[in-house]
Each structure stands twice: as structure tokens, then as C-alpha cells.
């Protein structure tokens, strides 16, 4: 068992990015200009993520990440930058654990 402080944390979110009207169709993820994508991530999540990472059929990428709120989550995807330039489209889910690594609370 991994036991996690998260700082009174609850929840857990995953954000499906898909992607979006502005993705250079043909061409694979390292060349859709990500990288303020990813610093937003880092900068916004830092300690409270899970994992990330990309799908390698270059259609996306997932998000699992500790949360105050769902609605914090929502906040999160929709400030990327990535979102806002139309490079990504997102989903938020909220997410629990069944099998794998055990977090205890």
C-alpha cells in the first residue's frame, strides 16, 4: 500500500483530452505545440498528479489527478492553453480506483 498525503484531498479526476479542431491532422503529438500544454499541467498540478500522459496514436492524452472539487478539475482543462487555441478538447470524469495500486485515505 502507498499512502499519499494530498493535504485533506478527497477526489480524484481524470481529464480526457481529445483532439481538437486546431490539430494538425498527419502529424503526431511532439509537433502540435504542446509544451505550454504540459507547463500549464506542471505548473497548476504539481504534487496532486497521479499520471499523465499521451495516447501513442497521437489522438490525445490522459490526465489522473488528486482534486478539491470536480468543478476545480473543469477549471484546470479549461484554462490549458492547449484547450484555448482549440489544440485539445477535453472531458472531466470524476475517478476511483478498483484495481492496482491501493491509495489509502
Do not use: N
Not at 502529424?27 to 500522459?53: F, S, V
Not at 490522459?62 to 478538447?89: F, H, N, Q, R, W
Request: net charge negative; with cysteine; charged share 30%.
Amino acid at each position: 500500500c502507498i499512502k499519499l498525503d494530498i493535504g485533506g484531498m478527497h477526489s480524484k479526476a481524470v481529464i480526457l483530452f481529445t483532439k481538437g479542431k486546431a490539430w494538425k491532422e498527419g502529424k503526431p503529438h511532439w509537433e502540435q505545440d504542446l509544451e505550454p500544454h504540459r507547463e500549464h499541467l506542471i505548473d497548476r498540478l504539481r504534487d496532486r498528479l497521479i499520471t499523465a500522459g499521451q495516447y501513442t496514436d497521437h489522438t490525445g492524452g490522459i490526465v489522473l489527478t488528486y482534486i478539491d472539487s470536480l468543478d476545480e478539475a473543469e477549471e484546470i482543462a479549461k484554462t490549458d492553453p492547449a484547450v484555448i487555441d482549440g489544440i485539445l478538447d477535453y472531458e472531466v470524469h470524476p475517478w476511483e480506483p478498483l484495481l492496482g495500486e491501493k491509495f489509502e485515505r
